[in-house]
């Protein structure tokens, strides 16, 4: 089974940014998209943004416009750019590269 491990999570204030990573064990990564999910408190675990092999994005719309999902093949590492992060962007978020999680990693919005 492809290993998958995501951080890059932090403490940040409203307003500020935070870059996750993505780094995966398998030398097919390039085959599959990069999916990004959260689960905030209290809160069943969302698909936030996908990034399909072709180049296509989607978003969810609560994040729209303010984060975006990229990759390095030849890093074998996917990326969650998340700008002006607000308290509502607060949970722990995961990477899923075709159906491998990683662990997950906290991001916490606060001032």
């Known amino acids: 089974q492809m290993q998958v491990a995501d951080s890059g999570g932090g403490l940040v204030q409203p307003g500020g940014s935070l870059r996750l990573s993505c780094v995966t064990s398998?030398?097919?990564?390039?085959?599959?998209?990069v999916a990004w999910y959260r689960q905030r408190p209290g809160k069943r675990r969302e698909l936030v943004a996908t990034?399909?092999?072709?180049?296509?994005?989607n978003y969810l719309d609560l994040v729209e416009g303010r984060f975006t999902v990229s990759r390095d093949n030849s890093k074998r590492t996917g990326y969650l750019q998340m700008n002006n992060l607000q308290e509502e962007d607060t949970a722990v978020y995961y990477c899923?590269?075709?159906?491998?999680w990683g662990q997950g990693t906290q991001v916490t919005v606060s001032s």
């Open positions: 899923n590269i075709n159906g491998s």
């Open positions: 398998s030398d097919r990564f390039s085959i599959y998209a």
């Open positions: 990034l399909f092999t072709g180049g296509s994005t």
